[in-house]
């Protein structure tokens, strides 16, 4: 049997590996809609339909997987908050998401998702009535500075500002959908691993996304998509949906949450390079200045005082949109 070079041993062994393989499945999720979009007649909730049909049975493998690693049974109220979870994290902010894409760049969807972090901040400043530091609005300025330029950039590249603005709300509402799953996430991790959860809210997301489905359409489209829309919606359930968030639990395992979440600072940069090698969307200053201000300011956002509330999250976490 062909042994693995040293660095690549060491980086499997330490979870570094597994980090960036997370960072950079989840990165190109939005190219593979794109290429989806592209390759034939195919709307948002069909695609989505696709992707979340060819997850269901991944899904269902990390709940098996996850058993018997500990966690009290399920109660009626679990099932309905791992419902609601699902209903936020994997169907309303992918459905969103993937309606953005039909007008804005990869680059920049991914620089509005990656904002998400100050939603949970002002979420958690709401919820616990603490008033946010000056530190922390700094930071979701500096956030927001760098989204600003950026999508003044994709206005004046697209030639069509109202499009632009219409793919950038609805980007935005899958980061506020998102922020209100993550911050929904705290109780129940109490009660099983993250594996299970992701599993469990994902498998609730996917017979949703089907029911939503059935209810306006038929199977019959489905089947008449090209070939390639199929492919990309097999590797956008593959290698942008399942694996990362099994790969970001091994990275934990190893790295611990918080060197992982670094890692998955490289989220936009993969995305931007991605949408420029593949999808030939142009790189600007504009793009390059907005990614760094996003990038800085994210890094220095801090969670609420109270230790026992959850902290807010960096892009690294799992990111199944």
Not at 179 to 189: E, F, H, I, N, V
Not at 203 to 226: E, F, G, I, K, R
Request: aromatic fraction near 10%; include cysteine.
């Amino acid at each position: 049997m062909t042994r693995l070079p040293a660095p690549l041993q060491r980086a499997l062994a330490n979870g570094s590996l597994y980090a960036v393989l997370a960072a950079l499945g989840f990165s190109f999720k939005a190219i593979f809609v794109k290429l989806a979009y592209a390759a034939g007649p195919v709307d948002a909730i069909s695609l989505l339909a696709l992707r979340m049909a060819l997850s269901l049975p991944l899904f269902a493998w990390l709940v098996w997987a996850s058993r018997g690693q500990g966690g009290a049974p399920l109660s009626a109220g679990d099932g309905l908050r791992v419902a609601l979870l699902g209903l936020f994290g994997y169907y309303l902010a992918s459905l969103f998401d993937f309606y953005g894409l039909q007008y804005i760049s990869a680059g920049l969807e991914r620089l509005i998702l990656f904002t998400y972090p100050t939603l949970v901040l002002v979420i958690q400043a709401i919820v616990q009535r603490e008033r946010p530091t000056l530190r922390t609005l700094a930071a979701m300025g500096l956030c927001y500075l760098g989204l600003g330029i950026a999508f003044v950039h994709d206005i004046g590249a697209a030639g069509g500002g109202n499009a632009v603005l219409v793919g950038s709300l609805w980007v935005f509402a899958s980061a506020v959908t998102y922020a209100l799953y993550y911050s929904g996430t705290g109780m129940m991790l109490k009660r099983m691993n993250s594996m299970r959860l992701a599993g469990l809210c994902g498998t609730a997301s996917s017979l949703m996304v089907l029911a939503h489905y059935l209810l306006v359409a038929d199977v019959a489209p489905l089947l008449q998509l090209p070939g390639t829309v199929w492919l990309n919606a097999a590797l956008m359930a593959l290698f942008s949906t399942v694996l990362p968030i099994y790969w970001v639990a091994l990275a934990i395992q190893r790295l611990g949450p918080t060197h992982t979440a670094a890692v998955g600072n490289l989220g936009p940069v993969l995305t931007m390079l991605a949408s420029w090698l593949i999808l030939s969307e142009a790189i600007s200053v504009y793009q390059v200045a907005g990614l760094v201000l996003v990038l800085f300011g994210v890094s220095r956002l801090k969670p609420a005082k109270k230790p026992e509330a959850p902290t807010a999250p960096t892009p690294a976490s799992a990111r199944p949109l």
